[in-house]
């Protein structure tokens, strides 16, 4: 029997525990939990409510270890990327704050005092987003003083696991404090904007063990697990899975936010990549990943949440299948407003924001929630069309096939309004593939694949099936 792994994969609207062995060059997997992640609002802002991931953390995982009593080799956490948690002596100072919480403007003009944002590009490489790390710590305030670590979510989880302190590279060159060539921390930027080195924690490589889970959290678990660190960012996760062993791919790695881009070698930091708002995030085996985040299924998620307040995961996912076949049967052209228009990024009512783009821009509005829908869908694929033309121009690179992976696999009219757009053919799927990276990466770290990551995505195309889509003619 071949060892087994389980990843805990941390969406920014559900998360799941899946566990997967890898025999014969494929890898199988079985999901164990599936929980909403719902952010809370309290009279400073919006939080993440982490306690109750790490209680779902727990369950999912002693759902796992009895599914495979005695076989699980690792553990590997994976979540969205930026936000963390201050600690002080072990504690954690507070709940941790979501990237959507409007406090970060201050902190983006704090920081460009300091360093302006074209130095600040050099030293990092990060698109410019409001909730980058460096920024968010720029808003904390007295807080900061206080505290003596800085932990990402993922790294927070895994502090609670095991004691361990640490911060895995993929997920911490996503704060706007690493540098993205030598890929260290840059101590003097941090010092520059007054944020105490001494809260970064020593940085580790995905592959890297841990640390059992300590008593506490081997008693909830049944049996004390090692950690293994992952690409704990869950783009970079997402990328590992890229069912492409060999060619040159652009990737939308398709969840909350549409991830689009390409991976690379090197980081590009030249001012056209700049003024695109292309950032060089760190990959697994230091790779760049070259990309921009488009606003994704988030346009979608939240406006089902503002028709459908009341309504559970499951109940808004079954919606959200209806409404697209509806979308699907809309005739004639819809608007196209754009989806990167930092309108849509905090939560709230995005179909209204949305009308009122459209009203500005003078164009039309559209009406029912199939309307509303189907100009979601193809304003998204028209933002994916711009943005893989741009990164093929901005990384001097030919684009022959996108793949699309994560949730947006499974939307059938945005995969083909894409491969319509772009004119290039869409491979789309596996839906899971952030789970698959974690997991490929702790099952490569146990020495049951090879060490190349062309390697890891071969299993993943003998793995997953995928749906292809050719671009056609329309209008
Ligand atoms: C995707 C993701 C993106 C990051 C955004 C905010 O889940 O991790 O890569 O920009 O969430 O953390």
């Known amino acids: 029997m071949s060892r087994a792994f389980a990843a805990v994969d941390l969406g920014a609207t559900s998360g799941r525990v899946i566990v997967g062995r890898v025999a014969d060059g494929l890898l199988r997997t079985t999901h164990l939990a599936r929980f909403g992640n719902d952010p809370v609002r309290t009279r400073d802002g919006l939080h993440w409510n982490v306690l109750e991931l790490y209680r779902q953390l727990l369950l999912g995982l002693?759902?796992?270890?009895?599914?495979?009593?005695?076989?699980?080799?690792?553990?590997?956490?994976?979540?969205?990327?930026?936000?963390?948690?201050?600690?002080?002596?072990?504690?954690?100072?507070?709940?941790?704050?979501?990237?959507?919480?409007?406090?970060?403007?201050?902190?983006?003009?704090?920081?460009?005092?300091?360093?302006?944002?074209?130095?600040?590009?050099?030293?990092?490489g990060l698109q410019h987003l409001p909730f980058n790390t460096l920024f968010q710590l720029a808003a904390e305030g007295d807080l900061l003083g206080m505290a003596d670590r800085m932990l990402?979510?993922?790294?927070?989880?895994?502090?609670?696991?095991?004691?361990?302190?640490?911060?895995?590279?993929t997920n911490a060159s996503t704060t706007g404090l690493l540098d993205p060539g030598t890929r260290e921390w840059d101590v003097r930027l941090a010092e520059e904007l007054g944020i105490p080195s001494r809260i970064l924690p020593p940085l580790v490589d995905p592959g890297t063990t841990l640390g059992a889970l300590d008593p506490a959290a081997a008693l909830s678990v049944g049996r004390a697990l090692e950690v293994v660190a992952v690409g704990s960012h869950d783009t970079a996760s997402a990328v590992v899975a890229i069912p492409n062993p060999?060619?040159?791919?652009?990737?939308?790695?398709?969840?909350?936010?549409?991830?689009?881009?390409?991976?690379?070698?090197?980081?590009?930091?030249?001012e056209d990549a700049r003024l695109a708002?292309?950032?060089?995030?760190?990959?697994?085996?230091g790779r760049t990943r070259f990309l921009h985040n488009v606003m994704g299924l988030w346009l979608l998620s939240e406006s089902l949440r503002h028709w459908e307040p009341g309504a559970t995961d499951a109940q808004r996912s079954s919606l959200l299948s209806e409404l697209l076949e509806q979308a699907g049967r809309v005739r004639g052209p819809v608007p196209v407003f754009d989806a990167d228009d930092s309108v849509f990024l905090p939560p709230g009512d995005i179909p209204g924001r949305i009308r009122?783009?459209?009203?500005?821009?003078?164009?039309?509005?559209?009406?029912?929630?199939?309307?509303?829908?189907?100009?979601?869908?193809?304003?998204?694929?028209?933002?994916?069309?711009?943005?893989?033309?741009?990164a093929a121009v901005l990384a001097d690179v030919e684009i022959h096939v996108i793949h699309i992976v994560g949730g947006g696999a499974q939307n059938t009219l945005l995969c083909q309004a894409t491969a319509n757009r772009t004119g290039l053919p869409v491979v789309?799927?596996?839906?899971?593939?952030?789970?698959?990276?974690?997991?490929?990466?702790?099952?490569?770290?146990?020495?049951?694949?090879?060490?190349?990551?062309?390697?890891?995505?071969?299993?993943?195309?003998?793995?997953?099936?995928?749906?292809?889509?050719a671009p056609e003619r329309t209008g």
């Open 62 to 124: 002693a759902a796992a270890e009895r599914d495979a009593p005695g076989e699980i080799a690792s553990v590997g956490i994976d979540s969205w990327a930026v936000d963390y948690g201050l600690m002080r002596g072990g504690r954690l100072l507070g709940m941790p704050f979501h990237y959507r919480d409007a406090r970060n403007e201050a902190g983006v003009a704090a920081v460009h005092d300091i360093v302006g944002p074209a130095d600040l590009y050099q030293r990092n």
């Open 152 to 169: 990402l979510i993922p790294d927070l989880l895994t502090y609670w696991l095991t004691g361990a302190e640490v911060a895995e590279r």
């Open 246 to 270: 060999g060619g040159q791919f652009a990737y939308i790695s398709c969840g909350t936010w549409g991830l689009v881009g390409l991976e690379l070698d090197r980081p590009v930091l030249t």
């Open 277 to 285: 708002n292309f950032t060089n995030e760190g990959g697994v085996d």
């Open 356 to 390: 009122a783009w459209c009203r500005q821009h003078e164009q039309p509005v559209p009406q029912g929630r199939d309307e509303i829908v189907r100009s979601i869908v193809e304003s998204l694929a028209a933002a994916f069309a711009t943005t893989v033309e741009q």
């Open 428 to 469: 789309a799927g596996p839906v899971e593939a952030t789970a698959m990276g974690n997991l490929l990466v702790q099952a490569r770290a146990a020495g049951e694949v090879a060490p190349d990551l062309g390697e890891l995505r071969a299993v993943v195309a003998r793995s997953a099936p995928v749906a292809r889509y």
